[in-house]
């Protein structure tokens, strides 16, 4: 008998099918699910293999060919060198003395013998000062009983270059020059001292 709110035609919704309809589903895909995973698992033929390593056969290198290398021929000579002939050479010309290394100025002196010593009055560098002044400063510091001189100190061991040196020659040590410079009146140092001679330059 249809109620005020329907027609005759309606008929009512069954609400209960629905929900067990989802239950039923969910238990399904659960259990295939679990099936699935107990086949994969439990199947000892499932799994694949790990691949073997294949063994690699050594590369021998080739061997080189170790050809004899041909002996010389003994017949074979070398040839001999010729001999070069060599020019006569001619002897070099000794260099002779220029005039004004042989020929000193007036009233120097350049030759003493070696080993002796002379006591030095006064040093006149040659760049200012003359041979012919030089000569007239050793008359000047002129003593009696002594010999005074000028030597060219670029002609002797043992001095200085390019001086004029007032001297008194003679003395045959150091302390024997010393006694020269008291005989004199004059104190061994600046003014009078000793020099030997080492040789000729």
Known sequence: ????????????????????????????????????????????????????PSQTQPIESP???????????????????????????????TPEPS????????????ELPTGTWVTVLDSLPQGSVSAEQAVARAEQLAKPGHEVIVIDTNRFEGLNRNYWAVVIPGAESRAASNDVCRDIGMAVGDTCYPREVKGPR
């Open 1 to 52: 008998m249809a109620t005020p709110y329907q027609t005759p035609y309606q008929q009512a919704p069954r609400r209960g099918n629905l929900p067990l309809g989802i239950l039923l589903g969910v238990i399904v895909g659960a259990i295939v699910v679990a099936l699935a995973w107990f086949a994969f698992v439990g199947d000892p033929d499932s799994a694949t293999p790990a691949p073997t």
């Open 63 to 93: 061997t080189p060919d170790e050809s004899p290398s041909p002996e010389p021929s003994p017949d074979a000579e070398s040839p001999s060198p010729t001999p070069t002939e060599t020019a006569d050479e001619s002897p070099t010309p």
């Open 99 to 110: 005039e004004t290394e042989s020929a000193p100025p007036e009233g120097i002196v350049t």
